[in-house]
């Protein structure tokens, strides 16, 4: 007797910890929660998987971030940070989060003038200080001058030709938000 | 009238806005089904036969306008140029004979609509994944499709340089 009022006891105590005291809502809060998580990691901080080494060695290959898009709601993107920018026109209408993206760093702000000189970065003529760049280069490029509502972006690992590199300039509307991690 | 005639009512008048909908698609839906169609068509898998390859590249083909203009170029891969809609299958057919599978897709599409509705640009982020290539392509390409006889036909083709 004693056994199994010991087992239902347990097995209470289990239901209870699987489904609560009220099963009902329980499944309102579950199901409440996995709204929240789905608008919150489709449309706030979207997850993203890097492919390709272009951030190495700062963000290696198959490695997981995510991109807070909320970032740059009260100030604009800093020198420095590492964004999300989006390969197609941005939404007219909606605020649909891009499937693919570039992960790239910001190095030149609107209205600067960026040019690689023997690898190093020349930000309106002053060399930019860059200690998350640990692989030097020995790139050179003519001076861009960024438009009011341009930046200039490039990945951190600069160690293949700065041919097979995606880098250069785009609007601000580009960027997705910040990386996280 | 009671609860559950209202409810009814309310259910026969969404059914009828989701008829009206489905059956008379903007023009920015139809042009995205016909990038899928595009997709879908482009790619192709590692136990198709040559019949079937054959037809996929013929396939390809009518999405396309007679004079289209095909600029391709991607970093690190060779540069190709179309001007017509008869050089495609030719093409598609290389490609299918030189790669074991091949997998396009559209996944970021923006649609502009000119005024008058009879043309449109497509913004899209262009993702080919080629069997035995470690990196997958993914390019920017801008899309201009215009309505020929009420089908939405692509016009021009060129890829984009997101970060210039």
């Known amino acids: 007797m004693t056994d199994t009022q010991s087992g239902t006891g347990l097995g209470s105590r289990l239901r209870i910890l699987a489904v609560g005291r009220n099963p009902k809502r329980t499944l309102v809060r579950a199901a409440i929660l996995a709204l929240v998580c789905l608008v919150f990691f489709k449309f706030v901080l979207l997850p993203v998987r890097v492919e390709g080494f272009s951030m190495a060695p700062t963000y290696a290959n198959h490695s997981v971030n995510f991109v807070n898009r909320l970032a740059y709601f009260w100030h604009e993107p800093h020198r420095g940070d590492v964004v999300g920018i989006r390969l197609n026109l941005p939404p007219t209408n909606g605020w649909s989060a891009p499937h693919i993206m570039y992960l790239k760093r910001v190095i030149g702000l609107p209205g600067e003038s960026v040019q690689f000189v023997n690898g190093r970065v020349r930000v309106n003529g002053q060399a930019l200080e860059e200690p998350y760049e640990k692989r030097p280069c020995d790139w050179n490029t003519d001076p861009v001058t960024l438009g009011s509502n341009e930046y200039f972006f490039v990945g951190d690992n600069r160690t293949m030709p700065k041919e097979e590199h995606t880098f250069g300039k785009t609007e601000r509307s580009r960027i997705v938000g910040k990386a996280v991690l | ?164």
């Not at chain 2, 259910?11 to 806005?17: D, E, N, P």
């Not at chain 2, 306008?65 to 809609?85: A, F, W, Y």
């Not at chain 2, 299958?89 to 502009?112: K, L």
């Not at chain 2, 392509?137 to 036909?153: C, H, M, Y």
């Open chain 2, 1 to 164: 009238m009671k609860w559950p005639r209202l409810l009814l009512l309310a259910l026969v008048v969404g059914l009828l806005a989701w008829a009206w909908v489905a059956l008379h698609p903007s023009p920015e839906k139809l042009i995205r089904k016909q990038m899928d169609g595009l997709a879908h068509a482009a790619s192709f898998g590692p136990n198709q036969g040559a019949l079937a390859k054959l037809a996929g590249a013929e396939n390809l083909a009518n999405f396309f306008s007679t004079n289209v203009e095909i600029k391709i170029d991607i970093p690190g891969h060779q540069e190709h140029r179309l001007m017509s809609r008869s050089e495609i299958p030719q093409v598609a057919m290389g490609v299918r004979a030189s790669v074991r599978s091949w997998s396009v897709a559209f996944p970021d599409v923006t649609v502009i609509v000119n005024a008058g509705q009879e043309s449109a640009v497509a913004d899209a982020t262009l993702q080919v994944k080629i069997a035995g290539e470690p990196d997958m392509i993914v390019q920017e390409v801008n899309i201009s499709l215009r309505k020929i006889n009420g089908q939405w036909l692509i016009d021009k083709v060129e890829t984009v340089r997101t970060l210039q």
